[in-house]
């Protein structure tokens, strides 16, 4: 309990994930606060389309955080070898599932919405929503499994500032699409999904470019 120097470990890994995953959260729900004055369909199609995005979310951050289990220990063990092979596998079944999300939020955005709600006029706000949004969800993937990569090799900076950067980006963006600023068309909701994609591009830049070089 007194060694200091293992508290300070601890904080300078468990603060940055902390900060990115509340970040990375924060990305979707900006989404949600920034089309309120859209009017009630829209907040209400965006906030339940978000809600089968964070079932997604979630199941990448799961699948993440359970292969970093491994790729530290082989990171201690210096097997890069067996590092690179969990990481490839890891990619694999993070893209199927990736792949799976999208066919259901670009081919099946009806469907999906009608999990949640009847309403069509919410239904028609969800469907724009979703199928901008759903070319998000590979590299929306790929960044949070490979977030978890760097935590497991000691780097938890480098996905905090990804999302920081992410969050403004998605912030921006969204203030522009949304409300036709800066001589953007007025988009609405799909201006809130379009302004994601584009932080979720950015991000999955940031992250996997840098694994890839690193």
């Not at 902390?18 to 970040?23: A, D, P």
């Not at 920034?34 to 199609?45: D, I, K, Q, R, Y």
Request: glycine fraction near 8%; hydrophobic fraction near 50%; include cysteine.
């Amino acid at each position: 309990m007194k060694n200091q120097d293992f508290y300070a470990k601890t904080a300078k890994l468990a603060v940055p994930i902390m900060l990115q995953n509340m970040i990375t959260i924060g990305v979707n729900m900006a989404d949600n606060i920034m089309v309120g004055s859209l009017g009630e369909n829209s907040l209400s199609a965006v906030a339940l389309a978000n809600q089968f995005v964070n079932i997604y979310q979630c199941s990448c951050m799961g699948l993440g955080q359970g292969a970093s289990v491994m790729t530290s220990r082989f990171w201690g063990m210096k097997n890069h070898r067996a590092l690179k092979q969990t990481i490839t596998l890891t990619t694999r079944i993070c893209l199927v599932l990736g792949f799976l999300f999208t066919v259901m939020t670009l081919f099946f955005p009806g469907a999906v919405m009608n999990i949640y709600i009847h309403d069509t006029g919410v239904i028609s706000e969800g469907i724009r929503y979703l199928r901008v949004l759903s070319f998000s969800c590979l590299l929306m993937g790929m960044s949070l499994t490979y977030s978890n990569f760097y935590r497991s090799i000691e780097n938890a900076r480098w996905p905090l500032i990804s999302s920081i950067f992410a969050f403004f980006i998605n912030i921006g963006c969204n203030y522009i699409f949304i409300f036709g600023k800066l001589g953007a068309p007025q988009l609405g909701v799909a201006g809130a999904a379009l302004g994601t994609l584009i932080a979720r591009i950015f991000e999955f830049i940031f992250i996997c470019g840098y694994l890839i070089f690193l």
